[in-house]
């Protein structure tokens, strides 16, 4: 561990960066990190198992040299719908014609292929559509049986093998995970991960294999991608620890115009109940080939930011782009910038976020308040479980949220936590061990300078989860560094 903490990020939304070919070594994963990577992202539809634990290795051994804890989240494939093979090549489907999906296993051509999903022909109606290769061509459902599936051509194109499936018109009665996916599960919690990412959410039902299977070991990310999730959005954010607003596949499902006001939907509803929200997919899509992104591209990072997500996230920017480390650095730059605007601060309170009745979210409340009142330099709560980190970000405070937890898994899922700075510290035992130790983490932290005060959560008594209690305030005098250890005491 370096002897010196390395400085807490200036900006409180966090950059979660994927990894891939461009990016899974040691020593970009570290030049990541310093332009500015909160996270990592590592996205199971790609590559084996194996290649993968180097990439795991090579984030905790950058964790154990700065001393600060690391994230990765894993990001599930799910349940991919695809076509089958044509006889002779790719094949042209005319607007206006007739095409057939069915479960014959022949070759297919300009007329038919095959469907081997067979819980379409189950759920799908006539009228609805089918979108293939990401939404470039479009049928339209004329008539249906357990065996067939006929539609008019209603935009027409070049169509080749196993070509990806959309259903946007019905909820499809498929289980959330496929075979693949539980494994790559299994490894992943075996592997130590703190985030799993479950894709193609369609109801809060989906959510509960994954969290069986994960038992405790992880917290549980649901992208939203479908249609049908938004129906029953509540449901499915308070079933979850986190949310992504995947815009990738919503934005072949749904009119590109329906996304905007939807993405900050999801963004409003988890910031109310409490869950982390990531905004992903195309953020600065131009930079996987130029080292500069488009204006267009800037405002859509800085609306996901002024709309107070907790997370914005880089794919193949990142992981397989010409330029990762300068895709990274530009979400840094574009975070800077917007949080630096006197405006942001009453932007991201458009967004109400009324306390529950409980003492701990009161307090929470009290603690931005007071805060700004006072001019706190920051606010330090104790933890063991999250929650009362979550509840402080949920109310976006303007000062830094300091979190000494004894577990060290909460650090690291702490990491896609909006404005929060981790550290894995021992556990107190007594009210004056709290205050004294809070104010010579955030010393030694670069999070307050002696002089500044700050505002102190915890719950008494001690080690007991969902506690939280106290709120102390006081202030940082010179000599809180006297007396302490080195960096073996946190």
Known sequence: MTDTPIAPRSRKVRVLATLGPASSTPDMIRTLFQAGADAFRINMSHGDQQSKIAVIDAIRALERELGRPSTILADLQGPKLRVGKFANGPVMLANGSVFVLDHDETPGDATRVRLPHREIFAAIEPGARLLLDDGKLVLRVIEHDSDRIVTLVEVGGLLSDHKGLNVPDVVVPMAAMTDKDRSDLAFATDQGVDWIALSFVQRPEDLWEAR??????????????????????????????????????????????????????????????????????????SMIKSPSPTRAEV???????????????????????????????????????????????????????????????????????????????????????????????RERPAVPILVLTPRL??????????????????????????????????????????????????????????????????????????????????
Not at 236 to 247: F, K, N, P, Q, Y
Not at 420 to 435: G, L
Request: contains cysteine; hydrophobic residues 45%.
């Open 212 to 285: 069986k299977l994960i038992g405790g070991k992880a917290a549980l990310l649901a992208k939203i991608e479908k249609p049908a999730a938004i129906e029953r959005l509540e449901e499915i954010v308070e079933a979850c620890d986190g949310v992504m607003v995947a815009r990738g596949d919503l934005g072949v499902e749904l009119p590109p115009q329906s996304v905007p006001p939807l993405q900050k939907r999801i963004v409003e509803t988890s910031r109310r109940l409490g869950r982390p929200v990531v905004v992903a997919t195309q953020m600065l899509e």
């Open 409 to 490: 898994e909460t650090a690291r899922r702490l990491g896609l936590l909006w404005g929060t700075h981790n550290v894995h510290t021992r556990d107190v035992a007594a009210f004056e061990e709290m205050v004294a130790k809070a104010k010579r983490i955030a010393l030694r932290q670069n999070i307050a300078k002696a002089g500044d005060v700050v505002v102190v959560m915890a719950g008494v008594p001690f080690g007991t989860p969902g506690s939280t209690n106290v709120l102390h305030v006081v202030r940082i005098v010179g000599d809180e560094l006297k007396g302490y250890r080195g960096p073996a005491e946190v």
């Open 299 to 393: 405002s859509d990072v800085a609306t996901a930011i002024y709309d107070g997500a907790d997370a914005i996230m880089l794919s193949a920017e990142s992981a397989a782009g010409d330029w990762p480390v300068e895709s990274v650095a530009m979400m840094n730059a574009i975070g800077d910038a917007v949080e630096r605007d006197p405006a942001h601060g009453d932007r991201i309170h458009f967004t109400v976020t009324r306390p529950d009745p409980t003492t701990a979210d009161a307090l929470a409340e009290a603690a931005k308040n007071i805060a700004a009142t006072v001019s706190a330099a920051a606010i330090i709560c104790f933890t063991s479980s999250g929650s009362t980190a979550r509840r402080i970000a």
